[in-house]
């Protein structure tokens, strides 16, 4: 993992980013406050910090609420952590909710960021190639 942590700092010299458009698959639960019913929804990430994370969902979360949000992956959760939503937009065509993580941040870091740091620079260095290309 310090290898890799490394590896990044060369990549973004001392200066990483606050936050990295990253698509990631998620299931999102909490209780409605209302009956007490436990919801899972299903969603993606829109970005993702070393903290926190814009998650599309279909059925949005009551602002101030705690979740539990796992990234998921065929064969089970990857992370799972409690996040604080911290604002929705309504948007029918994408919902989003905005998340502050407040359980589970060390695992989150460590898996879910810095994949999401790889992810970013992969695609950076495909722009680079394919502007060199039509160039």
């Not at 409605?32 to 599309?56: L, M, P, R």
């Not at 602002?63 to 029918?92: C, K």
Request: glycine content about 6%; hydrophobic content about 40%; charged content about 25%.
């Amino acid at each position: 993992m310090l290898q890799q942590s490394a590896a990044l700092l060369s990549i973004y010299g001392r200066r990483v980013p606050g936050r990295v458009m990253a698509k990631f698959p998620v299931q999102a639960r909490w209780s409605e406050d209302s009956t007490g019913k436990e919801v899972v929804v299903s969603g993606d990430t829109e970005s993702i910090g070393q903290t926190n994370a814009h998650v599309y969902l279909r059925m949005l979360p009551p602002v101030g609420s705690v979740i539990r949000l796992e990234i998921a992956a065929e064969q089970g959760p990857i992370v799972e952590v409690l996040a604080e939503v911290l604002r929705v937009e309504r948007d029918p065509a994408q919902p989003l909710a905005a998340l502050s993580i407040i359980d589970g941040q060390q695992r989150w870091e460590e898996i879910v960021w810095e994949s999401a740091l790889l992810l970013s620079t992969r695609r950076g260095d495909a722009e680079e190639d394919d502007e060199e290309f039509l160039n």
